[in-house]
């Protein structure tokens, strides 16, 4: 695993830098929307503790969450016969995508947290959520580039092979916006059991005491794990299901 996220780390800073140049643009969008816009605009909550799990669901909502076989097609199709060194090159683009976004997130984290003077378990159980939430998600999310992948092609040549237009065009453009929604979505979800037994106690995001908050990152730790795990495995059972179609699909960039 060591080395499969070595590797991964060293192509995420290799051109066209699609990695960190996402989550950076990512990043920037939100802090404009969230200190420009109209707080009601974009965000049902738009206090200072949530700024920064709202700024992770925001960078890590883009293809590098959902293309995990298109964005390096010619080597995660060699991959499809391999279902351990597939799951290895699934987790690694997982961990490598973390472990940009995450230390980025744990610093403003910080830094709220001494603006706002809350309780120093407010902070860590916060900086827990923000480092554990996302492998729920990330896990799960990756199942959509395995149903639909595409391939990492320039604007140029991509609209230099254009046709089908329907193909290269219409289903390459959904699947670019997609994430916005689904990351997002599949945080909530991992959040939902966390986010219900606080309502049923009387208590929000909000106002949750001290106490449960410790309880609800607790809980999220386990639930996190789970689904990370059990991500990854279904997402290489549908890997390799889907080898017949993947194969030719991720041997071609001109398949769109």
Known sequence: MIQAYRAELGRAFRPPYEVPLV????????????FWLPPTWLFSMHQARVFPIVLASWMYADVPATNVLGSASQRMGALLD?????????????VVLWSMVTPICLVVCYFTWRTTHESVVIMVCTMVILAVAPFGALGVAGWLGIWFPYHALSLEDRWTHRRPYGRMIVRWSALVLIPYVLVPALASLVLAPVLLGWRASGASW???SDTGLAV??????????????VGLAVGVRMARHRRAVLGPFLADPLNG
């Open 216 to 229: 609800g990152a607790a809980v999220l730790v386990v639930i996190s794990a789970v689904v990370w795990r």
């Open 23 to 34: 989550i950076v643009l990512n990043g920037l969008l939100m802090a404009a929307a969230w």
């Open 82 to 94: 391999k279902p351990a060194a597939l799951r290895r090159a699934l987790a690694a683009k997982s």
């Open 206 to 208: 909000a106002t949750v």
